[in-house]
């Protein structure tokens, strides 16, 4: 019998596969059938910083009626598209979850600046949630903002989040960091418990008719597994925080590469949106014949087995290896 069990953010859970963000866990009966098909744990869609202060500009405009600085204020608000679930409504259906499935509920909160919409932290701990997820979505297209300012700054949110709450925190970030090693243990000495590597940033396309920028939501592929594998791979060992690896996980061999390379988690949204969560069951049972296959006892033993710091050849994770690939392609035409 293989063991599967693993621990993230100081919880066990019955084996490294969780649910991450997603449209699905809006729906409790929803987290109910992931739980049925075996999910560790799911992680809530996120509540978004701009959904919490557009919610308080709305009170605001309830309590000074008739002033100019509602219109005003709302005008630099983004389009919210669909999520128009009020901050209230998410704290509740986190709560209505946890009580209705055995495994843990983290939430998740989507921000990239202090404030007092941070106090929504607290309520997600004190809805019940098991931990919190922080997303750092932001695209920095001033040219007058440093990247040291940036990180500063998402150093001071974090350790802002961390003093509001005392369940475990876990930070998901970009890849797109100068030097990611060193922002990582910046986040985790201002209080992340664990990494999410990465998001997955949504690139917008032009639509040739309308002449509109269209935002086009693709689902991912296992083709983009290889970049969050990578930095896992290099920070596994490095970082003292759990690991999460997000993006690209659609097979149980992409769920075993991410713990080899040493996630305690594997975190999979697109395979559930393309399959449905029958999907679970596959990846947790293909994961286990594998591992009986391959004489593996445990996902203890097999973590990190493969990251940088425990392969014969570690420089396969940096430059050297650019080197290598580029002159090992065999081009039909030269
Ligand atoms: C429709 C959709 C909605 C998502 N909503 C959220 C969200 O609310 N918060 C979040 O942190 N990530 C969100 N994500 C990102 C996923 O959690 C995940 O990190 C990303 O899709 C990469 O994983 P995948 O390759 O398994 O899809 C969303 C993704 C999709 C496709």
């Known amino acids: 019998m293989v063991d599967l069990t693993t621990t993230y953010l100081g919880l066990k859970l019955k084996n ?9 866990s809006e729906k409790v009966n929803n987290i109910q059938h992931m739980e049925h098909e075996g999910i560790a744990a799911v992680v809530m869609y996120s509540l978004f910083e701009e959904q919490i202060i557009h919610e308080s500009l709305e009170l605001d405009h309830f309590l000074t009626r008739g002033t100019e600085t509602f219109a005003e204020a709302m005008s630099y608000l983004p389009d919210m598209g669909k999520f128009t679930l009020a901050p209230e409504v998410y704290v509740e259906t986190l709560a209505k979850a946890k009580k209705a499935v055995d495994i843990p509920v983290i939430g998740s909160l989507n921000g990239v600046s202090s404030g007092g919409w941070i106090q929504y932290a607290k309520k997600i701990q004190d809805a019940g949630a098991d931990a919190l997820e922080l997303n750092l979505y932001y695209l920095p297209a001033d040219p007058n903002l440093t990247s040291g300012e940036l990180e ?22 970009s890849p797109f960091f100068t030097a990611l090693p060193n922002m990582t243990r910046r986040l985790v000495d201002a209080g992340a418990n664990g990494l999410v590597l990465f998001n997955r940033f949504y690139q917008p396309d032009i639509d040739l008719e309308k002449l509109e920028v269209a935002p086009r939501l693709m689902l991912s592929t296992s083709q983009e597994l290889r970049l ?27 769920a075993l590469k991410a713990v080899m390379a040493g996630a305690s988690v594997a975190m999979t949204t697109s395979a559930l949106l393309k399959s449905g969560p029958g999907v679970i069951s596959t990846i947790i049972n293909g994961m286990e014949a594998w591992m009986e296959e391959h004489e593996y006892e445990s996902i203890q033993q097999m973590k990190g087995s493969m990251s940088q710091g425990a392969v014969a050849e570690p420089a396969a994770f940096e430059r050297a290896n650019y080197m290598k690939e580029l002159g090992s392609y065999n081009p039909l035409f030269r």
Do not use: C
């Not at 500063?152 to 970030?173: E, F, G, M, T």
């Open 16 to 24: 490294p596969l969780v649910a991450s963000p997603s449209p699905l």
């Open 152 to 173: 500063d700054n998402y150093v001071k949110l974090v350790s802002d989040v961390r003093a509001v709450i005392d369940i475990p925190l876990a930070v998901k970030l």
């Open 228 to 254: 969050p594998l990578r930095w896992i791979a290099i920070l596994y060992g490095k970082v003292a925080a759990d690991l999460a690896l997000t993006t690209g996980v659609h097979t149980a061999g992409d």
